[in-house]
């Protein structure tokens, strides 16, 4: 079982749609959670963090977590063109406390 | 805040040769880096963690003679690729936390090292 696993898309959404991302995580002790979003051919870019459980809203972004279920999510309101990019779920593993472990990506189109 | 700057952004160099690539943390002190290498289509993958002073610490897999880290300074941070083939071609990304050491603090990245080995 992958540490970090997302649904690697593509997740098409038409533009000004809610767009809804997803990724579950192995290790229970897990404490931090970020999502970035990866440009093609670009490095990451930080776009959320999120370290207790429920919702953080940061504009037109949401992250859910639930440590219960293990599972953390990323809503993005009215969807943009510019919204399209791969979406990094990543998380700070109880067992290396130092590291961030990242998941696969989810590729994600905007459709206008 | 929280910038760090990597360079060179792209090389290209024959294989066998050796490749140097720099990142720095710009507007604080990292005692910590992480390089990463991601292939085309594929996730980030951790290499290393860089450590100020002392050894990196190598992820399973990855060859510490290969990939040499050194970690002379508090901003500064260098792999190096020894002996390069065709097959270390790949994305390299530096990343540190933003001036705290705090385990949950988010990762900054720099803009990363396209590497291509003819």
């Known amino acids: 079982q992958k540490e970090v696993e997302q649904n690697s898309g593509p997740l098409s959404v038409p533009e000004g749609a809610i767009a809804s991302l997803n990724c579950t995580y192995s290790?229970?002790?897990?404490?931090?959670f970020f999502w970035y979003r990866q440009y093609s051919g670009k490095s990451p870019e930080l776009i959320m963090f999120?370290?207790?459980?429920g919702d953080k809203e940061d504009g037109r972004f949401t992250a859910q977590l639930n440590k219960a279920s293990q599972y953390v999510s990323l809503l993005i309101r009215d969807s943009q063109p510019s919204d399209s990019a791969t979406y990094l779920c990543?998380?700070?593993?109880?067992?290396?406390?130092?590291?961030?472990?990242f998941g696969s990506g989810t590729r994600l189109s905007i459709r206008p | 805040g929280a910038v760090v700057s990597q360079h060179p952004s792209r090389v290209i160099c024959k294989s066998g040769t050796s490749v140097k690539i720099e990142c720095r943390s710009l507007?604080?002190?990292?005692?910590?880096m992480f390089w990463y290498r991601q292939f085309p289509k594929q996730s980030l993958m951790l290499m290393a963690t860089?450590?100020?002073?002392?050894?990196?610490?190598?992820e399973q897999g990855v060859e510490k003679d290969k990939f040499l880290i050194n970690h002379a300074s508090l901003t500064l941070s260098t792999l190096t690729v020894t002996s390069a083939h065709p097959e270390d071609s790949s994305f390299y990304i530096c990343?540190?936390?933003?001036?705290?050491?705090?385990?949950?603090?988010?990762?900054?990245f720099g803009n990363g090292t396209r590497l291509t080995v003819t």
């Open positions: 990343s540190a936390r933003g001036g705290r050491e705090d385990y949950n603090s988010p990762l900054h």
């Open positions: 290790d229970r002790g897990s404490q931090s």
């Open positions: 999120i370290y207790s459980n």
């Open positions: 990543a998380v700070t593993t109880y067992s290396s406390a130092s590291k961030i472990i």
């Open positions: 507007d604080f002190q990292a005692t910590t």
């Open positions: 860089s450590n100020e002073g002392s050894k990196a610490t190598y």
